[in-house]
T-cell receptor
Framework: DSGVTQTPKHLITATGQRVTLRCSPR?????VYWYQQSLDQGLQFLIQ???????AKGNILERFSAQQFPDLHSELNLSSLELGDSALYFC??????????????FGPGTRLTVL | AQSVTQLGSHVSVSEGALVLLRCNYS??????LFWYVQYPNQGLQLLLK??????LVKGINGFEAEFKKSETSFHLTKPSAHMSDAAEYFC????????????FGKGTRLHILP
């Protein structure tokens, strides 16, 4: 158990819909990262937040957005869903990305199925 | 830009045999390198990491990897495979300076033959 929690574990929805994935980082971790794992694209970095502010952006679609709240939990919002958005979405957290190495701890993931 | 190439999407070894999973990276700055393991229907677990210092890194479950700058490689090895090693393994790179995003390879599925 990494200490990172993600809800829900599974999500099934239809094309065109909007969903919200939630992540609670490990106690004391200030940074949250979102990754997408799909069969065709592999594991891809989406976005990183540090203490409530966006710090780095990866291959995140405009239909997707994220935020980190004052209590440091984060939500990933996926809208206008397409079949290709079906994937496993991971959240990870680390203490402080201040330039020295900080290990990222991964949550168990949320499996999104778009029908 | 950083990138990772894992040679072989599937590798099969016999139980008790040497495990060798290959990884080559590209990075414009001194890299941080990782190997992660993903068991079926589970999240990612860090096996080992190289940041600075000794180039031979030992990880959990008997795995180790060697950072070879001249070859831009970070191959993962284990002397004797166990059935429980069957999983997907991901090599990854981060520059750990500008930001901590991790760039993953495509993964190698390790099959252990009885």
């Amino acid at each position: 158990d990494s200490g990172v929690t993600q809800t829900p574990k599974h999500l099934i929805t239809a094309t065109g819909q909007r969903v919200t994935l939630r992540c609670s980082p490990r106690s004391g971790d200030l940074s949250v990262y979102w990754y997408q794992q799909s069969l065709d694209q592999g594991l891809q970095f989406l976005i990183q937040y540090y203490n409530g502010e966006e710090r780095a952006k990866g291959n995140i679609l405009e239909r997707f957005s994220a935020q980190q709240f004052p209590d440091l939990h984060s939500e990933l919002n996926l809208s206008s869903l397409e079949l290709g958005d079906s994937a496993l979405y991971f959240c990870a957290s680390s203490v402080d990305p201040s330039g020295s190495y900080n290990e990222q701890f991964f949550g168990p993931g949320t499996r999104l199925t778009v029908l | 830009a950083q990138s990772v190439t894992q040679l072989g999407s599937h590798v099969s070894v016999s139980e008790g045999a040497l495990v060798l999973l290959r990884c080559n990276y590209s990075s414009s700055v001194p890299p941080y390198l990782f190997w992660y393991v993903q068991y079926p229907n589970q999240g990612l677990q860090l096996l080992l990491k190289y940041t600075t210092g000794a180039t031979l890194v030992k990880g959990i479950n008997g795995f180790e990897a060697e950072f070879k700058k001249s070859e831009t490689s970070f191959h993962l090895t284990k002397p004797s495979a166990h059935m429980s090693d069957a999983a997907e393994y991901f090599c990854a790179v981060s520059d750990g300076v500008r930001d901590d995003k991790i760039i993953f390879g495509k993964g190698t599925r390790l099959h252990i033959l009885p």
